[in-house]
């Protein structure tokens, strides 16, 4: 088994680690013996996305996303098809906006890829933070930090978690992320899948099923010390 991780514009959206999250989906592919690699994209770059299994965007300034606007709207027909056809894409704050169908700024309005309903507008204030979340799709908490300055609305999609501890897409509806199909959208970061094996394991297995047709059990791998970590942050954000 293979799995080949596209990641986009690294030079310009990787702003809070994302090279950690690429890190942590191949050792993790690799200590179950699927071979992975991971293809990084430039702006100039052609992207095939049928080639890819996993695509991660990661975060970046206003700045460095209103540069990568207009490229992603070249690609915008390919990455939606993508999307429909269940491709697993993980995107991390920066990215997880520009999922959506505009992010509005001070600076201006930024035309998204409209990959899922959802849109960002600037709000007074960052909203910054550890953050803690219980998600449906885990047994452990997703625990991570938050840095922004958007507030996520995502319609009527739904959320990656409830927020315990933190602000969240909005600091008000008490949500944070989306899910949509294969998509996950969120603002946690530093890097987040290092931190949450769980959810690293749900892109790593939802892009087997997608790849072989089949659902395919993922072997067991020692995740003490990321239970730990994770426990210690859970302990003393939630229950202190």
Not at 69 to 77: D, Y
Not at 106 to 135: A, F, H, P, W
Not at 142 to 157: L, P, S
Not at 171 to 176: A, D, L, N, V, W
């Amino acid at each position: 088994m293979k799995l080949t991780i596209g990641h986009l514009y690294p030079d310009l959206l990787n702003l809070y680690g994302d090279r950690g999250n690429i890190q942590c989906l191949m050792k993790r592919c690799q200590w179950r013996g699927i071979e992975a690699e991971t293809i990084p994209f430039e702006l100039d770059d052609k992207i095939e996305f049928s080639g890819l299994d996993i695509v991660l965007l990661g975060g970046g300034s206003d700045r460095e996303q209103m540069l990568v606007c207009e490229k992603l709207q070249k690609i915008q027909k390919d990455f939606k098809a993508y999307v429909e056809d269940n491709g697993v894409v993980i995107a991390i704050c920066g990215g997880y906006q520009l999922l959506g169908n505009y992010y509005k700024t001070e600076q201006g309005t930024m035309k998204g890829l409209e990959l899922v309903d959802l849109y960002t507008e600037q709000g007074e204030g960052r909203l910054i933070q550890n953050i803690v979340l219980q998600s449906d799709l885990f047994d452990m908490p997703i625990v991570g930090f938050e840095n922004h300055g958007g507030r996520t609305c995502i319609n009527d999609n739904k959320p990656l978690g409830k927020v315990l501890y933190g602000a969240g897409n909005d600091g008000r509806s008490g949500y944070e992320g989306v899910v949509y199909k294969n998509v996950i959208g969120t603002y946690l970061h530093g890097p987040l899948l290092p931190k949450n094996p769980q959810l690293a394991d749900w892109l790593i297995s939802h892009a087997l099923e997608r790849k072989y047709g089949k659902k395919i059990e993922l072997e067991p791998l020692d995740d003490s010390q990321e239970k730990q970590a994770n426990d210690y942050i859970y302990h003393r954000f939630v229950k202190a």
